[in-house]
């Protein structure tokens, strides 16, 4: 292979790679999954597409975000953190011939 060769090979990868990431087939596919799931219930094949795009956009972020995923796993069941105690407002009396 000649570097001219070698180069236009890789002009037409560059641009090949462009093209679909312009594109984005896999981010369509992942919306129309998403949007299957409110509207009416998929069922037979459509509820299997729907199955497995919605599986592989999880199984993907998981791969791309191991510590976060793990983090979630654990605290997935934890209670709702305590709430601050109530706000106490005092009143101070005030003479009335101040007012």
């Known amino acids: 292979m000649t570097p001219l060769t ?10 090949a790679g462009y093209a679909i ?3 984005r087939p896999a981010h ?3 919306d129309w ?4 799931r ?3 219930r998929p069922t037979g094949l ?3 597409a729907v199955w497995t795009l919605l599986s592989a956009e999880n ?3 998981l791969i791309a975000h191991p510590r976060q995923g793990w983090h979630a796993w654990r605290h997935r069941n934890d209670p709702p953190p305590t709430r601050s105690p109530a706000v106490q407002i005092r009143r101070i009396n ?4 101040e007012s």
């Open 6 to 15: 070698g180069t236009a090979a890789g002009l037409v990868l560059l641009a």
């Open 59 to 61: 199984i993907g972020w």
């Open 94 to 97: 005030r003479d009335p011939k």
């Open 33 to 36: 999954a998403n949007w299957q």
């Open 21 to 23: 990431g312009r594109y």
């Open 46 to 48: 459509r509820y299997a």
């Open 38 to 40: 409110y509207g009416s």
């Open 28 to 30: 369509r596919a992942f």
